[in-house]
């Protein structure tokens, strides 16, 4: 009868571990759920987003629980969770600003600024909407969920449950994402301003050469005119160029190259 009693005190002992465990891992997720791209959009309903968030934790607590150890002071451990999380996920969610940067960019030197514009709750110009829903739904389809499992198992290997990180090491880190975005931003719309720039020389060219010509008249068609076929050549590949980095990210979303 004491053997029983000793052993259901054991088990009773691991449930408790497998508790915290599982609930400690539910705030990371939820964490980096509530802004990651795709899964923590505005329209997604928040009850799906809470079986997204249990449907995540069920794959990840029981792959990090054997290496979770000892928690102290699970408040504590739980805040830091929930910050990790969030870290987490708005290093994702930075790939989605840089796609609306570069349309904003777009916007200044086209005259899509209107177009397709008031489809999300986010307001954003011009192609923003296009890029942003195409990316997320190429995101998703080249395996999001998956990647975004195996990046919050890795996360458990740099950054340990319950111990917060170096705020140095954070803060590099951090910067290192906001450098990356800005720059993935400028290179996603340098076709659009480089083609910009050679359009309004050649529009000034031209009002040198007839200043009786209506430049305005005729140019402002034509700027519509060849930011749609350069929008047909270009976004396909600009989506190509932003999975590449949004995949590269996945596989290595702590390394911080100098």
Do not use: C
């Not at 508790?19 to 891992?25: R, Y």
């Not at 986010?122 to 890029?131: E, R, S």
């Amino acid at each position: 009868m004491i053997e029983i009693f000793t052993q259901l005190a054991e088990f009773n002992g691991i449930g408790q571990e497998w508790f915290l465990s599982a609930v400690l891992v539910f705030l990371r997720v939820g964490g980096a759920l509530s802004v990651m791209p795709a899964f923590g959009e505005q329209v997604v309903p928040r009850r799906v987003r809470l079986v997204l968030v249990l449907a995540f934790t069920a794959i990840v607590a029981p792959a990090v629980a054997p290496d979770m150890g000892l928690i102290e002071g699970p408040l504590r451990a739980g805040l830091i969770e929930v910050l990790i999380g969030l870290a987490i996920g708005i290093s994702m969610r930075l790939f989605i600003f840089a796609l609306q940067i570069a349309a904003s960019i777009i916007a200044q030197v086209t005259s899509l600024s209107q177009l397709f514009g008031g489809a999300t709750p986010d307001p954003q110009p011009a192609i923003g909407n296009l890029l942003v829903v195409s990316s997320l739904a190429l995101a998703v389809l080249a395996g999001l969920h998956v990647k975004a499992a195996s990046l919050l198992i890795l996360s458990y290997t740099i950054l340990p449950a319950g111990h917060f990180p170096g705020t140095a090491d954070m803060a590099d880190w951090g910067l290192h994402q906001i450098v990356s975005a800005f720059s993935l931003a400028f290179a996603l719309a340098a076709p659009f301003v480089i083609g910009s720039v050679l359009y309004n020389v050649a529009l000034g060219i031209i009002n040198k050469s007839m200043p009786q010509l209506s430049v305005a008249m005729v140019g402002a068609p034509l700027l519509t005119a060849m930011s749609l076929g350069l929008m047909v050549v270009v976004v396909p590949l600009m989506l190509a160029v932003w999975l590449g980095s949004f995949d590269a990210f996945l596989a290595a979303p702590f390394q911080v190259t100098p």
